[in-house]
C-alpha cells in the first residue's frame, strides 16, 4: 500500500509511489486511459470518423445504380436547357425527384426555386445550393444528349450542378438517422447575370441558416480534384449600357452633324485609363467593352450609337469609385464633341454581384472534408479570378464556401471553357460533387451539433 507521510509543517499527506510498484502491463494500460482523453485523441477520432463518412458516401454515389440514375437525371435536364427564371421544367423534373425520395420542400421560391430540407428540424441548420439557369447560346457538341432547344444551352454547367445536388438530397436522406441537425437544399434560379440568389435569401431561402456551401464544375481540372481559396475567390460585378446621342446627315457633311461614333471611340479608349492610370496596380479591378452599336449605312451618321460592357472590382470602395469615373469619362467625352450620353448601370433590373468571399472557418471545414474524400493532392489553392458568381450573396450573410470542382477527363485533349459551344465534362464528376455536398453537410453538423 501506498505510504502516507506526514511533514513537520502538518501539511495535507503525500502520497508516496514507488516505482516497483508498477507492472509494465499497468503502465501500458495507464498510457492508453490517458491517451484517450486528451484533445488530440479525440481529434483523430473524428478526423478517422470524417474520412471514413466521405469514403461510404464517395463509394455509394460512384455504386453502378446510383451513378447511373444520376447520368441520366443530367441529361434529361442538359436536352430541355431553360434561361433565368424560366426554369419551369427543371424545377419540375427537380421537385418529382424529391418527392420520389420523401423529401419535403417548398415551392415556388423566386418563382422557379426550390428549397427542400432533410434532418431533424432542430440546429444547427447547414446548406448546399446550386444554380439551375442555361445560357442562350447554340450547342455545338454533336451527342445524344445534345440540347433539344435551340438556342439555348446549359455551357456553364449548372445541368451537372442540380444533379449533385440532388444526388446529395438522396445520400442524405438515406442516412437521415445519422443527421446531427437539419440540411437545407436550395435549388436557385437566374445565377447568369439576374442575381437569383439575391431573390432566393429574400424569399426566406436562408432563414435560419449557420453556413453554406456550393460547388461549380471546372472543365479545366482534372476529374477528382476541388480547387479553391481562403477569402476573396471570385470578383464582384457590374453592368452597363450607354446611349450617345448627336445628330445624324450626310458623311459627306460631317460639319452639319454631330457625330457620336467618334465620341464612342474616345470614351472606350478613355474608360482603359481608369484601370491603367487611376488606380492601385495592386488591386484587382476590369473595365471591359462587350458590344458597340452604330448606324447601317456606309455613307450615314448616325443619330445614336450604343455600347456597354462589365466591369469588376474586389470591394465595395472600388465598385463605386469605377462606377462614378466610368460615368464621368463618358459623359465628359460626349461634351467635348458636343453630343450627350446616357449612362445606365441597371441597378434593379441587372443587380450587381458582390465579390464571392470565403470565410477562414467554412474554407477550412470544406477543404479538411474533400481531404477526406479526395486526398491532399486532390485539393487545390487556386489564385483568384475576376469572374463572378450570385452564391457571393449567400456569403454576406453566413459564413460560406464556394469550390470549383474538377470535371475534365485526361482524355480530353481539347477542353473548352465555361460559356463555351463546345463545353463538355466527365460526368464523373456527378458522383464526386454529390458526395462531397452530402459529406461537408453531415460533417458540419457532427461538428457543431449541441
Known amino acids: 500500500m501506498p505510504q502516507l507521510i506526514k511533514t513537520k509543517e502538518m501539511r495535507p499527506p503525500v502520497v508516496v509511489f514507488k516505482m516497483e510498484w508498477f507492472s509494465p502491463l499497468f503502465c501500458v494500460a495507464l498510457l492508453a486511459l490517458l491517451s484517450t482523453h486528451s484533445p488530440s485523441y479525440h481529434g483523430a477520432r473524428a478526423l478517422e470518423s470524417d474520412s471514413a463518412l466521405a469514403r461510404e458516401l464517395l463509394e455509394s454515389a460512384s455504386d453502378s445504380e446510383f451513378s447511373g440514375w444520376l447520368k441520366t437525371v443530367r441529361r434529361r435536364i442538359h436536352e430541355y436547357p431553360e434561361l433565368s427564371f424560366e426554369e419551369w421544367r427543371t424545377s419540375q423534373l427537380i421537385r418529382s425527384e424529391l418527392d420520389s425520395l420523401g423529401i419535403e420542400y417548398v415551392w415556388p421560391v423566386a418563382e422557379t426555386g426550390v428549397v427542400a430540407t432533410i434532418g431533424s428540424g432542430a440546429q444547427p441548420w447547414f446548406a448546399l445550393r446550386a444554380d439551375m439557369d442555361a445560357l442562350p447560346m447554340q450547342e455545338l457538341v454533336e451527342w445524344e444528349h445534345k440540347s433539344k432547344i435551340d438556342g439555348k444551352m446549359h455551357s456553364c454547367g449548372h445541368d451537372a450542378h442540380v444533379t449533385m445536388l440532388l444526388g446529395a438530397a438522396k445520400l442524405l436522406q438515406k442516412n437521415r438517422d445519422k443527421l446531427k441537425g437539419t440540411v437545407k437544399l436550395i435549388f436557385q434560379p437566374g445565377e447568369e447575370g439576374h442575381a437569383g440568389a439575391y431573390y432566393m435569401i429574400k424569399e426566406g431561402a436562408l432563414d435560419g441558416v449557420q453556413a453554406i456551401f456550393g460547388l461549380h464544375v471546372d472543365p479545366m481540372i482534372p476529374i477528382g480534384t476541388v480547387s479553391s481559396r481562403v477569402g476573396p475567390m471570385l470578383a464582384g460585378s457590374g453592368r452597363f449600357t450607354v446611349v450617345i446621342q448627336g445628330k445624324g446627315g450626310h458623311a459627306a457633311s460631317p460639319h452639319k452633324t454631330r457625330d457620336p461614333i467618334p465620341v464612342l471611340s474616345m470614351a472606350i479608349l478613355a474608360l482603359q485609363h481608369i484601370v491603367s492610370r487611376e488606380t492601385d496596380p495592386l488591386e484587382p479591378r476590369v473595365i471591359s467593352i462587350g458590344f458597340v452599336q452604330g448606324g447601317e449605312a456606309l455613307n450615314v451618321i448616325p443619330e445614336t450609337v450604343t455600347f456597354g460592357g462589365t466591369f469588376r472590382f ?45 470565410h477562414p472557418t467554412m474554407y477550412d471545414h470544406a477543404k479538411r472534408v474533400g481531404e477526406n474524400l479526395l486526398g491532399k493532392q486532390g485539393v487545390r489553392n487556386d489564385p483568384m479570378i475576376m469572374g463572378a458568381e450570385d452564391f457571393s450573396f449567400y456569403a454576406e450573410k453566413v459564413p460560406a464556401a464556394f469550390f470549383m470542382i474538377g470535371a475534365k477527363n485526361k482524355t480530353m485533349t481539347s477542353a473548352k471553357g465555361l460559356h463555351s459551344p463546345h463545353f463538355v465534362i466527365d460526368e464523373g464528376v456527378l458522383s464526386v460533387g454529390a458526395s462531397l455536398h452530402a459529406a461537408v453537410a453531415m460533417a458540419y453538423l457532427e461538428d457543431h451539433a449541441k
Not at 317 to 344: F, P
Open 314 to 358: 474586389v470591394n465595395a470602395e472600388s465598385y463605386a469609385y469605377l462606377k462614378q469615373r466610368i460615368k464621368e469619362v463618358i459623359e465628359t467625352q460626349a461634351a467635348v464633341h458636343h453630343c450627350t450620353a446616357m449612362v445606365d448601370f441597371m441597378e434593379e433590373s441587372l443587380r450587381p454581384y458582390p465579390p464571392t468571399i470565403n
